[in-house]
């Protein structure tokens, strides 16, 4: 089959660039993930791969694994109670599945995500059929295509409850069982999947991230003491150069606690926000990939952790972008005089889809730790 026939996706053609993405000469990163007996991924969005070849050529390089970014969220779903719409799920899905590489279900409950109409129902007393409702659509449709799923996303929000659940609408409808009734829906309509628990702010050496790591601890204690099918766990790695220390003894200490769960680890949601945006480009990438370096060299020293995905392969499409119509405030802000994108560079690729010193250090950690360490 020719490369153009391959990139045949949701009814519209995934059109190959004039020029081949800029392809690095040295192994690709699933190259070496695999290499290391591991997965690298990124998140994506089908109408930005539809309407950008060259992002689509450098995601096909590079990983073995898709997430979406946010296409599977509850309200992109089911904006109204009953009128679905999974056609850019399903565009994601085609694009991965007809080019070989796996799409990673993510997320079935999250407090951002839950549609408005759905909200004010759980929230009058609805009970759980909106939210069975839900499952079964979603995994009734995918369950059998995408083997893992992020079931539960970031319950933990320390400074309300001594268990340090969220206090949401989910908890306020259902109470602390909630996640645990989630993990038993997954499960009963997707009896094959790998299902994963995923959770931020747990990589710090700070006051916040050591009480969530407590926390966190005890959740997945206490749900595989109730016999959850928790499968796996996902650490978002969202680093952040404002945030101070970070480190890798603690990290590791972390990890090996997690491990004696017995469940798959991922890193899911890979990338760094900078400090300063008004430093020398050279300055900012080298800052970026060393924390991003230190992470992964101790992520990747623990066995259980099996893949890593990052949170957009190129920073053309960062969540943690400054808009335009917001440089002249940011600028202001730092008492900095300049231009810029203003785009936060901490990703594997920068806006123009250029390989970033982020790539590389991403590439070197997995060379780092070969198959069978």
């Not at 992002?55 to 109204?80: N, Q, R």
């Not at 320390?158 to 268990?163: F, I, K, S």
């Amino acid at each position: 089959m020719s490369r153009r026939n391959l990139l045949l996706g949701a009814g519209a053609l995934f059109t190959l660039p004039t020029e081949r993405a800029r392809a690095p000469e040295r192994a690709s990163l699933r190259e070496a993930a695999a290499r290391s007996g591991r997965r690298f991924g990124a998140a994506a969005r089908a109408e930005q791969i539809a309407a950008e070849p060259d992002l689509a050529e450098a995601l096909l390089v590079e990983c073995d694994a898709l997430t979406p970014e946010i296409s599977m969220k509850w309200d992109a779903i089911e904006p109204e109670p009953g009128r679905r719409d999974f056609s850019r799920s399903d565009a994601l899905l085609r694009f991965a599945t007809e080019n070989g590489r796996a799409l990673h279900g993510h997320t079935l409950i999250w407090h951002r995500s839950i549609p408005p109409w759905a909200e004010a129902a759980l929230a009058e007393g609805a009970g759980w059929a909106p939210v069975a409702a839900h499952f079964e659509a979603v995994l009734g449709r995918y369950g059998n295509e995408i083997a893992t799923w992020d079931v539960v996303n970031e319950p933990i929000d320390t400074g309300h409850r001594m268990d340090g659940l969220r206090d949401g609408t989910f908890l306020r409808a259902f109470g602390e069982g909630y996640i645990e009734r989630a993990f038993h829906e997954a499960r009963a309509h997707a009896p094959g999947a790998v299902l994963f628990l995923n959770e931020y702010g747990l990589d710090y050496d700070i006051p916040v991230e050591r009480d969530r790591r407590y926390l966190f601890l005890k959740l997945v204690e206490r749900l595989r003491q109730a016999g959850a099918p928790l499968g796996g766990i996902g650490l978002q790695g969202h680093l952040d150069l404002r945030k101070g220390p970070f480190s890798e003894p603690l990290f590791a200490g972390f990890l090996r606690d997690l491990s004696g769960f017995g469940l798959e680890i991922h890193i899911t949601e890979l990338d760094v926000r900078e400090h300063d945006l008004t430093a020398p480009p050279l300055v900012r990438d080298r800052l970026v990939a060393e924390i991003a370096k230190r992470y992964l060299d101790v992520a990747l020293d623990c066995a259980a952790v099996r893949a890593v995905s990052t949170w957009g392969l190129s920073t053309r499409h960062s969540w943690l972008a400054i808009e335009p119509e917001d440089l002249d405030f940011y600028w202001r802000l730092v008492g900095g005089q300049g231009k810029g994108p203003g785009f936060n560079r901490g990703l594997p690729y920068d806006s123009d889809m250029r390989p970033a010193p982020m790539r590389e250090a991403i590439l070197a950690a997995f060379e780092r730790r070969p198959l069978g360490f």
